[in-house]
């Protein structure tokens, strides 16, 4: 995997919302969409088939080192798979 930092408001939210590393580990090396937002965060997303088709988006801060996840969460705007 890439080497990126964790702020601790996401440490929190992998435990508060039962988020795996593993899928956000999964969403940054294989991402289903990944955009560039005008604020220079790149937005990593997923569907993860083990959390109901649920589409996972990883925010990542890209101009730090190493770059900084600073939120994440189980985007409900975009649905699940069927």
Known sequence: MIDYEFSDHVAEMLKERNIRVAWVELTLEQPGKKKTREDGTVH??????EHGGRHLRVVVNPRLTPPKIVTLLFDRKLGRLP
């Open 44 to 49: 990593y997303i997923k569907a993860i088939k």
